[in-house]
């Protein structure tokens, strides 16, 4: 049972373009939405983070906007560079009880890669 | 700096084999957690602890196992190693006592089981 249903699989842009990754959650108890990115032969690294008692939170040229009611959430990345090719992971979790610390649930992945 | 590596970063094995993938971190943070990634599947949690002595179960723990003794190392033993195991593995460590909510990843294992 996936969580977290992440789309698309991969993507292509132009640089300088809009790319835009789209997350849908199912547990309504998630309160926590990172996005990691990992480049190649690399681990994970937490780009940006939200939690859902705003809807839009903006770092530089990355941009989470989320939808509480329709469970959704998503990753904007303005003015694409190559730079930015990488594997993109959007996640959720849920609070820590006592004396536990959070779990992350991951998406499936999308393979960006943007074009010079 | 602090920092959490894994060693081996690549090992071909034989079926039927115990395999053990090593875990340090020196951020002296409680939680630690190992995840496989596969393409289509993300990562997908292995195994987790919170602390010395603590281990947990997660989503896909069938065939590993892990034991915590310090608060640096998480070591991941594969049993009997299988195909269906060959991916790549990371481990991750993450500070309760901060609340921060931010894990820190390894550069990843890649494992062949021929």
């Known amino acids: 049972q996936q969580q977290v249903k992440q789309s698309p699989q991969s993507l292509i842009v132009q640089k300088g373009g809009i790319s835009i990754i789209n997350c849908a959650y199912e547990?309504?108890?998630?309160?926590?939405f990172p996005w990691y990115q990992q480049f190649p032969g690399k681990g994970p690294a937490l780009l940006i983070a939200?939690?859902?008692?705003?809807s839009e939170k903006k770092e530089g040229r990355f941009t989470i906007s989320f939808n509480k009611s329709a469970k959704q959430f998503s990753l904007h990345i303005m003015d694409s560079q190559p730079g930015d090719s990488a594997t993109y992971f959007c996640?959720?979790?849920?609070?820590?009880?006592?004396?536990?610390?959070?779990?992350?649930?991951f998406g499936s992945g999308t393979q960006l890669t943007v074009l010079p | 700096d602090a920092e959490i590596t894994q060693s081996p970063r690549h090992k071909i094995t034989e079926t039927g084999r115990q395999v053990t993938l090593a875990c340090h971190q020196t951020?002296?943070?409680?939680?630690m957690f190992w995840y496989r990634q596969d393409l289509g599947h993300g990562l997908r949690l292995i195994h987790y602890?919170?602390?010395?002595?603590?281990?947990n179960k997660g989503e896909v723990s069938d065939g590993y196992s892990v034991s915590r003794s310090n608060t640096e190392d998480l070591p991941l033993t594969l049993e009997s190693a299988a195909s269906s195991q060959t991916s790549v593995y990371f481990c991750?460590?993450?500070?309760?006592?901060?609340?921060?909510?931010?894990?820190?990843f390894g550069q990843g294992t890649r494992l062949t089981v021929v």
């Open positions: 547990n309504t108890a998630f309160d926590y």
């Open positions: 939200i939690r859902p008692d705003v």
């Open positions: 602890s919170y602390g010395v002595h603590d281990t």
């Open positions: 991750a460590s993450s500070d309760r006592d901060r609340g921060l909510d931010e894990a820190f």
């Open positions: 996640a959720a979790t849920t609070p820590g009880g006592s004396g536990s610390a959070r779990q992350l649930t």
């Open positions: 951020w002296n943070h409680n939680n």
